[in-house]
């Protein structure tokens, strides 16, 4: 299943990204506002060019049953990233802890200036899940979580916006 999203926020793209890689704010979004029952930066290495990171996480949503007797209850997901930062363009895979030949999960996000001091976030979301029988449940049941996760990321990043923005 792939979808897109698309969300218009105060600030210039450098603002934004440099918020969404900004360390002090996992704690606050991750275990805070999206709720999730853990979130660990594992590796993160920058250059001129680029940020590459790796972080590892377990999302506070309780998983359909059919589902989470699948995955077990310690599942947890791997998201390996990278941010371009001249194409403001920041692609990642995650890989779940269970099922990892059968889950395919990645997107890109792309910030673009929109004028003043506002930017254009464009997502592109990919997730697919070839498990029999539970495939399509999974595959629904994640593309309306990752759609609520982002509307709570952007509008977590709204109350934090830099006041001139």
């Known amino acids: 299943m792939k979808f897109s999203l698309s969300f218009e926020v105060a600030g210039a793209p450098e603002e934004f990204f440099g918020w969404f890689f900004a360390p002090v704010r996992e704690d606050d979004l991750y275990k805070g506002e999206l709720t999730y029952r853990s979130y660990e930066m594992v590796a993160q290495r920058e250059s001129e060019e680029r ?7 377990q999302r506070g949503v309780q998983l359909p049953e059919p589902v ?9 997901e ?7 930062k001249a194409d403001r363009l920041w692609t990642w895979r995650v890989t779940p802890s269970s099922l990892a030949d059968k889950i395919r999960h990645e997107g890109s996000l792309r910030a673009e200036d929109a004028g003043g001091t506002r930017s254009r976030l464009g997502l592109e979301l990919t997730y697919e899940a070839k498990v029999f029988g539970v495939g399509g449940l999974l595959e629904s049941f994640m593309e309306k979580r990752l759609r609520e996760e982002w509307d709570q990321t952007v509008g977590f990043y709204g109350r934090q916006a830099p006041a001139s923005a």
Not at 51 to 57: A, G, P
Not at 69 to 76: A, E, Q, R
Not at 78 to 84: L, P, S, Y
């Open 51 to 57: 940020v590459v990171r790796r972080t590892r996480f």
């Open 68 to 76: 989470a007797k699948l995955f077990g209850g310690d599942f947890s």
């Open 78 to 84: 791997i998201e390996d990233g990278t941010f371009e």
